[in-house]
């Protein structure tokens, strides 16, 4: 999105979308899980489809161990797991979007997925 003709630039010391995440849901504690779930496994991808063809592999596991994917949602740059609507904010807060037509759909829909940023 431009500004005056400008391309804005994102101010990485603000929050940012990194990467897609999910949230599985394993009643277990991880050291380095992200600062604000204190319970179940995060894990990132470039888009969620490629989350899912990582643990498809495991998928007999998970359901013996009833290892349900609970939510999908976002990485972010202060290492916080969020869900699509709150991703939305700060991709539109720190202007994280590859066109504006991506730009206007998400501030009209208010809901972040991957290919809207990259």
Do not use: W
Not at 95 to 100: C, E, R
């Amino acid at each position: 999105m431009t500004e005056g003709g400008k391309k804005n630039v994102m101010n990485i010391e603000n929050e940012y979308i990194l990467c897609a995440a999910i949230l599985f849901k394993d009643g277990e504690h991880y050291v380095h899980s992200p600062v604000n779930i204190e319970y179940g496994l995060v894990l990132c991808g470039f888009r969620h489809g490629d989350i899912f063809c990582q643990t498809r592999m495991l998928r007999k596991q998970r359901m013996e161990l009833g290892v349900l994917e609970e939510e999908q949602g976002f990485l972010t740059s202060k290492n916080r797991f969020v869900d699509r609507r709150e991703a939305a904010t700060i991709a539109l807060s720190q202007n994280q979007f590859k066109d504006p037509e991506e730009y206007f759909e998400v501030s009209k829909s208010n809901y972040l997925y991957s290919e809207n940023i990259y």
